[in-house]
């Protein structure tokens, strides 16, 4: 059978095919020098001698309904006498390090990037183990390094990846989403080694970082960037205050079985995410019942009024706004009459400016939020991660434009 155009789906320079077999789920392209092609020297061009030829096998991709596709060809070790050394001569278009053709590689990152390794590995016929070192390595190799010149402001938060308190620090570019910094841990240090790598020049570019208000960041970007805006994300602190008013709500219902009125009790009892959720997502039901504890207990309706107000305070899109809904809720904090409210606001009342910087440099962590749910499906993807490099650089690939998630691997 005479079959056209194969070295147009096999072009390797300096090589033609010779043969071509195909079995039942194999194909094998048999490649030969081409003899009008000589053998020259990387380094200077100049003609070399052979001095050894070695047979070799590589992959390359799936070929319609033939999961292996396998190239045979020869490599040539070439003395230059001119350079008086060495080196190997193989198609361009072959890793022989990997065994495997460039274009393989680069479709192996691409299906990688979107399926568990698992599923990528039996599309392309390989051990997932072998893909996962391809993907690892290829990503460290040719994916861009951060990009930390012009940096204006950054993100920094603590993700949680495995069982026992195993955390990993965050920072992110906080204009263009990208991943700027991973390492493990959430102490000190761990940001330190981040600001580690800037020069004094790129340090002096950064206007403002969001963190939380709890935790060693603050000690640590107050000491390497004294110059900078603190930003208080408002999704932590919304989160601080639900924990106060669950606080509360506990109070009350240990309060209510010390009196035994178990009828208070009761109403009290699993009503936590109808006082923390925003009445538009309360379904007629969940709503009813809210309604009726706030009837029946003043404390709490008093702490669903301020935790409404102070989410209305933070969400406000002007400076001026916001500064004058967080004078009038920490007035109100302070007369409600609730201890734990009362100094939940003079805590914050001092950050006032980290909290209206949120407004002033449209800054949240709610590009972190969403960055922290891709590590989320990622390692749930994964089964878990115990690589945390090879963590970063998945995650370096995912917080790219989509244009260069996937690296062109150069010959």
Known sequence: MNVKGLNRLFHFSDYIIKEVNFGIDTLAVHLQHDKRKSFRCPQCNATGRVEKQDPRVARDMPFGPVVHALIYYRAYRVFCRHCRTSHWHVPPE?????????????????????????????????????LGRWDRDLLTEHLPPPNLDHIRLLMVDEKSIGKGHQYVTVVLNGETGELLHLHEGKKKDSLKSFFDKLTPAQKAGIQAVCIDRAGAYLKCVEAELPHVELTFDKFHLVMNFNEIINKIRREQWNQAKAAKDNAAAKVIKGQRYNLLRRPENNSDKQQNRLDELLAMNETLSKAYVLLEDFRDALSQRYIVDCERALRLWFETAAESGIEKLRRFAERLKPRTREIVNAVRYKLTNGLMEGFNNKIARLIHRACGQRDTPYLFQKLRQTSLPKQLQVPVIQK
Do not use: V
Request: aromatic content about 0%; charged content about 30%; hydrophobic content about 45%.
């Open 94 to 130: 072959i890793d022989s390090r990997r065994k495997a053709t460039r274009r393989l590689l680069q479709h192996a990152i691409r299906l990688a990037n979107i399926l568990p390794l698992t599923g990528a590995a039996e599309l392309l016929g390989l051990d997932d183990r072998r």
